[in-house]
């Protein structure tokens, strides 16, 4: 058993991380744009009016608006088959409520699919990637206003109906389950998922830390509830528009383990299991929500008495054609007070004493993307499943001749690409593999550039320094070699 011929290997971005152009021909600010970076140590914080004299890693990011030929034409160099990238929402509509579209905003990606179709490589498109019009945020509460459907609805149909014949793969929104897994975290989730924010933190003109924003799980809910029915509606549409397309959901692993046999240990595990991952994706694979999501919401306080029948019969039509995820790492779960806690892709958990992390305390495990995959597809036989990110953040060093030294990288990539390669023997229909960042950008988490993803080099740092030239890491050579024998040169 070997990779599938036709696997979509490749690589993903996101707009707000990688466009730069924060207010180009014609674009509104979105929510990345409020934000200021943060490390490891220092969340990021927001602000509601944008300050001159601050930093805003988003608001150039890597210039890929100015760049994206030179990058694709990397991508292609490297062998990719699909580039995963966000449409910036406020590019279209600037405002999110607009009636008319914004042409330029439009024309960039045509030309940014255009340029991907030119090599072969086929486009994959998140609508919404942790961003949204900050209007919308400011004059509606993101989607805890049901007009905010009906704008994403609209916006949806807009990019659907441009790109009809050229882009056939869709995400709706990424990581649709963040607001659930950073609950109790601070309202990072809630602003950057949902546009939902406290009608006091939104109106302050003070710095607030992500972590210290104020959320209210009512609000949340009824908040996520009305994104998975924009989410439903979306894809009505898209099979309406064109009914070869292939619209995912896009979940956020947050894989655990029991950190010990005591039963208590592993009924947590498995409560966090239900609530972080197989929630959202039982509404959107199966159409429905499942019978402990009632448990959770009464155990919470929520009254969900948002889920109308009609909204369930749209759930029930609008479910998606295919599985999405990022994985990085994996935590364990566990009721004991006195666990070492470690961080990761926002959840921490308790610290897993086999395996090691990276410097910002993620814990690296090939055999939990395994584990993952094979979970995913017992659950969920009915759709295919891709990674559409999976990557390691890491210092880079600049050798003196310009050359850098990564074996880190492959350090992380190898095993995970085995481990991918054994559930495909497993018997799990995995399409496609982009790994996140394969040329550095502004990390969403911390707001840095030190944080680097990629197999491409880009000279811009936290201090705003760098001419934003691009370079090839060692591991870049390695990476072309494993697409071009399509994963079976993993030397
Ligand atoms: C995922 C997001 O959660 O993790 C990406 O979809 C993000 O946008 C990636 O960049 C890695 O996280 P970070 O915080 O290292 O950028």
């Not at 619209?247 to 609530?275: R, S």
């Not at 369930?312 to 007070?337: A, M, P, R, W």
Request: proline fraction near 5%.
């Amino acid at each position: 058993m070997t990779f599938p011929k036709g696997f979509l290997w490749g690589g993903a971005v996101a707009a707000n991380q990688c466009e730069g152009a924060y207010l180009r021909d014609g674009k509104g600010l979105s929510v990345p744009d409020m934000l200021l970076g943060g490390d490891r140590y220092t969340p990021r914080t927001f602000c509601s009016v944008i300050d001159e004299t601050a930093f805003y890693p988003s608001h150039q990011a890597i210039e890929f608006y100015d760049h994206y030929k030179e990058d694709i034409a990397l991508f292609a160099d490297m062998g990719f088959k699909c580039f995963r990238f966000s449409i910036n929402w406020a590019r279209i509509f600037p405002n999110g409520d607009d009636i008319m579209p914004n042409e330029l905003g439009l024309q960039f990606y045509e030309n940014v699919v255009d340029e991907c179709l030119k090599y072969g490589i086929e486009p994959l498109i998140t609508l919404s990637h942790y961003e949204m019009p900050f209007a919308l945020v400011q004059k509606y509460n993101g989607f805890y206003s049901r007009e905010v459907v009906n704008f994403y609805v609209n916006y949806a149909k807009t990019c659907f109906t441009r790109f009809k014949d050229r882009v056939k793969y869709w995400i709706t929104f990424n990581e649709i389950n963040c607001a659930i897994v950073t609950m109790g975290h601070g309202g990072m989730g809630d602003l950057y998922g949902l546009g939902v924010m406290d009608r006091e933190d939104v109106k302050s003109t003070e710095r607030i830390p992500l972590s210290k924003l104020k959320t209210n799980p009512q609000v949340t809910f009824n908040a996520m509830h009305n994104q998975f029915v924009a989410s439903a509606l979306a894809t009505i549409e898209a099979h309406k528009i064109n009914p070869d397309f292939m619209i995912g959901t896009m979940i956020a692993q947050v894989t655990g383990y029991p950190l010990t046999p005591n039963p208590k240990d592993v009924l947590l595990w498995q409560k966090e299991d239900n609530i972080n991952n197989n929630l959202c994706g039982d509404v959107q694979v199966r159409g429905k929500y499942p019978e402990f999501a009632y448990s959770f919401f009464r155990e919470v306080g929520v009254d969900p008495s948002f889920i109308t029948k009609e909204d369930e019969d749209i759930l029930y039509k609008g479910k998606v054609d295919f599985y999405t995820l990022s994985y990085y790492q994996t935590n364990c779960v566990t009721t004991s007070k006195d666990a070492e806690i470690v961080e990761g892709n926002l959840h921490g958990g308790a610290k897993n004493p086999y395996l090691k992390a990276s410097d910002w305390g993620w814990q690296i495990d090939p055999d939990g993307l395994r584990f993952t995959l094979n979970k995913l597809h017992d659950r969920y036989p009915e759709v295919p499943l891709m990674i559409v990110e999976n990557g390691f953040g890491a210092f880079d060093n600049v050798e003196e001749d310009g050359s850098i030294h990564d074996p880190y990288r492959l350090d992380y990539f190898r095993p995970h690409i085995i481990a991918m390669k054994e559930a495909i023997e497993d018997g799990v229909p995995l399409i496609g593999y982009t790994t996140w960042g394969p040329i550095d950008l502004v990390s969403a988490g911390t707001g840095q550039y030190a944080k680097r993803y990629g197999f491409i080099y880009v000279n811009r740092h936290d201090d705003g320094t760098g001419d934003f030239s691009r370079s090839k890491k060692d591991y870049y050579f390695w990476f072309k070699k494993v697409l071009e024998s399509n994963g079976e040169n993993l030397e």
